[in-house]
């Protein structure tokens, strides 16, 4: 039977949540904080970090927090730390954050404790920073927490501030000719909210950045189209591969690869970097990894890994926030 949190909070804790993320957007920094991102080659910048939080199909509670740092320019992994975890705080619209983010926080507070010269210099989110119904999206909430350059990354368009996923928008979509090319995404309000950046040559689907904290939205892009073997940024795409390997380890629960998938994990490592067990002793988590390379066909969706919104324990038809 699939497990599900706790239903919708009441409105008195709604209303918590957004007097919370109201004290917080104040601290947020929507400017380059760091020498690295105001050089066009990123000169200086060595460590990228990306997190995840993946969930066992049909249960909303029991999910996989992640996260990882790939070196750069290379963007080959070099720490992991994956961690069963169970959550309390149901899905709600705009505020993922309070699902999420205390158990990535607490990832990257192991990391500084235990590895801090692999401290990633900036993080990539698999959701969004300014582009938010508050401004203040989970990229943003990690960033401020964790006071580490952040960046969102979403897949999908949040409609706010009279953002349409219409015929203009994918009209726009589809003049996006090369890897590189982007369009502003303008609100009603005359407010740049973020891009929309086509990541790959091969992809067919826009990616939609904006500032999480402490990086400007032209670097924030600059980063997320350079961190691209294919559309997903590899620090988010390996962080949701890593997780999900983690899961089917620990509690060996089988996962049907997606088309292209299964030639791709031939070229894995076979034993991984997660062996199977719950407690940190067995599992090795924050261990830097040892090989866990993945080839896969360009731009299959996701480049192979299955990243959705029924991964995060979100409706399918909602979008990370």
């Known amino acids: 039977m699939a497990r599900e949190a706790a239903g919708r909070p009441p409105e008195e804790t709604l209303l918590l949540w957004k007097r919370e993320q ?13 020498a690295w991102q105001r050089d066009p080659a990123f000169s200086g910048l060595q460590r ?42 149901p899905y709600v619209s705009g505020f993922l954050a309070f699902r999420e983010a205390p158990f990535l926080v607490d990832a990257v507070r192991r990391l500084q404790e235990r590895e801090p010269h692999l401290m990633p210099q900036v993080l990539l989110v698999d959701g969004n920073g300014v582009l938010h119904h508050r401004g203040f999206g989970v990229a943003c909430h990690l960033g401020v927490l964790t006071d580490l350059p952040c960046v969102g990354v ?41 891009m929309a950046l086509k990541s790959h040559d091969h992809s067919t689907k826009p990616l939609y950045v904006s500032v999480g904290h402490k990086v400007s939205l032209e670097a924030a892009v600059r980063l997320t189209r350079g961190c691209c073997k294919f559309r997903i940024p590899e620090p988010v795409r390996q962080a949701d591969i890593r997780s999900q390997d983690y899961i089917r380890r620990t509690l060996g629960v089988p996962r049907a690869p997606t088309p292209g998938q299964e030639r791709s994990r031939k070229a894995q490592n076979p034993r991984g970097v997660c062996p199977k067990g719950g407690s940190e002793e067995a599992t090795g988590e924050g261990r830097p990894p040892e090989g866990h390379s993945t080839q896969e066909p360009w731009d299959k969706g996701t480049g192979g890994a299955k990243l959705d919104a029924t991964k995060t324990g979100c409706p399918t038809s909602a979008v990370r926030q």
């Open 154 to 194: 979403a897949k999908k368009l949040l409609q706010v501030d009279g953002l349409e996923n219409n015929a203009l928008h994918k009209e726009k979509i589809r003049l996006l000719r090369a890897g590189g090319d982007t369009f502003p995404l303008m609100g009603g309000s005359g407010t740049v909210l973020g």
């Open 48 to 89: 990228v970090g990306g997190v995840d939080v993946s969930f066992v199909k049909g249960d909303s509670v029991n999910a996989c927090a992640s996260l990882v740092v790939l070196s750069y320019p290379e963007l080959e992994v070099v720490y992991e730390d994956c961690r069963m975890v169970s959550l309390t705080a």
């Open 22 to 34: 109201a004290q917080l957007k104040a601290r947020v920094v929507d400017r380059d904080t760091e």
